[in-house]
């Protein structure tokens, strides 16, 4: 997996990074696979909206790393990432707390959880100075289908269940993403039984060649696809079914003139791109047109690995 995180000396903490939400240019789903998850092939780019890690000591006393993120309950993927990561490295640096600042929407389709989980890799392979891309890349398979890609935030064509990835280059002009968020939540789990329910798996055949269409498609850096089928989300109608408003929300963004308008990974957020040299001008203006809307609408950006590089703390 080239460009993930390598070992290397040891920084010192505290140590922040930014963990970008992502969205699918194209999803495209297959069958079930033995270990109960999906076939699947997309292009995962990761955009500037993103959560702020901290990893640090934690105060005296403590026996046990803590993650502090006031916005989840119960177990956050983060923690999972933070013991796998020790179990699996065998670093033994004193309890630590991991501090997540949320602003990607929770069960929004946007990848959060898996971004915070992947960022907690970053931090933890910098502050120990352990942690290979193997050993990373192995952990995250572990943790979700969405964590490998944001492993190493950018643009990743990724089959499997999202383990199997290819790099592909950055848009080469810009790329815009306006993100409306949900005042729902999906669940992914009911997303995909949803689309089991619908029949909407694809024959293995079929997903070979929209990988290799996908790969084509963006190899020379072209911000989306000329063939608007390309971005298609196999997920969108189970998610309608679940959640009729996205069908409303679709419609709000074709209206915004957003070049193209889909469901964001298993949703309910809806998304609108704009590529060329004004396409940050362009989908600021669809968020202005959208202002009535709650929660209010986001531009973000296309973004790569630097974005998101652990760095110390002064």
């Known amino acids: 997996m080239t460009g993930a995180t390598s070992s290397s000396q040891a920084m010192a903490l505290p140590l ?11 999803l495209f789903v297959g069958p079930t696979r033995a270990d109960g998850r999906h076939e699947l092939v997309s292009v995962m780019q990761a955009i500037s909206l993103a959560d702020e890690l901290t990893l640090e000591r934690a105060p005296e006393g403590g ?3 803590e993650v502090v993120c006031a916005a989840v309950t119960g177990e956050n993927l983060a923690a999972r990432a933070l013991q796998r990561f020790r179990e699996a490295s065998g670093w033994e640096e004193r309890p630590l707390r991991l501090t997540i600042k949320k602003r990607i929407p929770l069960a929004a389709g946007l990848g959060g959880g898996s971004a915070d989980a992947a960022a907690s890799l970053r931090l933890a392979s910098a502050a120990s100075g352990l942690g290979d891309e193997s050993l990373l890349l192995a952990i995250a398979q572990q943790l979700g289908a969405d964590v490998p890609a944001l492993l190493a935030p950018g643009r990743w064509l990724a089959e499997g269940a999202g383990e ?11 790329l815009a993403v306006l993100v409306l968020p949900s005042a729902s939540h999906l669940s992914t ?3 995909y039984a949803a689309a089991d329910r619908l029949s909407i798996a ?7 060649e929209l990988a290799c269409a996908l790969r084509l498609a963006f190899e020379q850096g072209a911000p989306l696809p000329r063939e608007e089928s390309l971005l298609d989300n196999d997920l969108q109608a189970a998610a309608i079914e679940l959640c009729p408003d996205i069908k409303r ?11 193209i308008a889909l469901l964001s990974g298993s949703g309910p957020t809806v998304i609108g791109l704009f590529s060329g040299p004004d396409a940050i001008d362009r989908a600021r203006q669809a968020a202005q047109s959208l202002g009535d809307l709650a929660p209010a609408p986001i531009v973000a950006v296309a973004v790569q690995l630097d974005f998101a590089q652990a760095h110390s703390v002064a």
């Open 16 to 26: 922040r990074a930014l963990a970008p939400a992502k969205i699918n240019l194209g």
């Open 63 to 65: 026996e046990h790393d």
């Open 164 to 174: 199997r990835l290819r790099p592909l280059l950055p848009p080469a002009s810009p």
């Open 189 to 191: 789990a009911d997303v």
């Open 202 to 208: 694809r024959e293995t055949d079929s997903l070979v």
């Open 249 to 259: 929300m679709l419609a709000r963004v074709r209206e915004s003139r957003a070049e």
